[in-house]
């Protein structure tokens, strides 16, 4: 019988890392498994207290999106998230760093998550929801920058205005998802030009994904699918996205206007598919 109980509460945590191993996923995709024992919990003031009984929670962390190469362009957050717990030199990763991780100290804070299983039933699981450094900050929201922190970031904007619209940078996410473009029949129309503009939006630092298909909601909207697969990768690429878009797109069939909230599901499931092939 186990020493420790498992963790039940949503918190954050400062602990130490009782095993780490390397695994893979059914289809193949590597992954860190560790093991964390929770020593210190942070209250509602965001300061560490020691808790009275010791718990613990296994977590498991895909670190690519690519079965062939390993490196900055096809790491995924969690990846990151590790790197700086095991202090990994940028350019030298080797898998033989994952069983280091033992006996490290580090914050992670934990969160309940409702998924559909395979078999179509929903099931809530506490997870592990971010790892970092040990002294990291153990408060529930974000941080608010100050005025003054504001004012010398705006002195810094040299935006020119404009008012025609500009084409998004290359890593820019798109406000909206692509659209196929329907071949016209030249037996029954007349081919139309069609001009297209793409609103540049700053794209937020992106948030943890677990990429477990069977732990994502069996319905979402069009954006929502769309804003999921940007969350996959620390430099999504907007190419391959658009390209993974499209072609689940094709797959489905049919009129994406009447698509259901299921069937936007399947999309985003397909796609990511296409983009990291499970």
């Not at 860190?32 to 024992?37: K, S």
């Amino acid at each position: 019988m186990s020493a420790f109980s498992k963790i039940e509460v949503e918190g954050a945590y400062r602990g130490t890392v009782l095993d780490a191993t390397v695994g893979k996923t059914t289809n193949g995709y590597p992954q860190a498994i560790l093991r964390f024992r929770a020593e210190e919990g942070a209250n509602e003031m965001g300061e560490f207290e020691a808790l009275g009984a010791q718990t613990q929670i296994t977590a498991y962390f895909v670190l690519f999106n690519n079965l062939e190469v390993f490196n900055e362009q096809t790491a995924n957050l969690n990846y990151v998230q590790l790197q700086k717990i095991g202090k990994w030199e940028d350019g030298k990763f080797s898998f033989r760093e994952i069983p280091k991780l033992n006996g490290k100290k580090c914050f992670f804070r934990t969160a309940l998550n409702t998924y559909k299983t395979k078999a179509g039933v929903d099931k809530t699981a506490m997870q592990v929801a971010w790892v970092d450094e040990y002294d990291s900050d153990g408060t529930t929201t974000l941080k608010p920058a100050s005025d003054a922190e504001l004012s010398a970031l705006d002195a810094l904007v040299k935006f020119t205005p404009t008012s025609a619209p500009t084409t998004a940078a290359k890593r820019g996410r798109p406000a909206k998802p692509p659209v196929e473009e329907k071949k016209p029949d030249p037996t029954t129309a007349v081919p139309a030009t069609v001009v297209t503009t793409t609103v540049p939006v700053t794209m937020a630092p992106p948030t943890p994904v677990d990429l477990l298909v069977d732990q994502l909601p069996a319905e979402c909207s069009k954006q929502e699918a769309w804003e999921y697969l940007y969350g996959l990768t620390p430099n999504p690429d907007d190419d391959a996205i658009s390209a993974a878009w499209l072609k689940a797109i094709k797959e489905i069939g049919g009129d994406q206007k009447a698509y259901t909230s299921a069937q936007w599901a399947s999309v985003r499931d397909k796609a990511r598919g296409n983009l990291i092939p499970y």
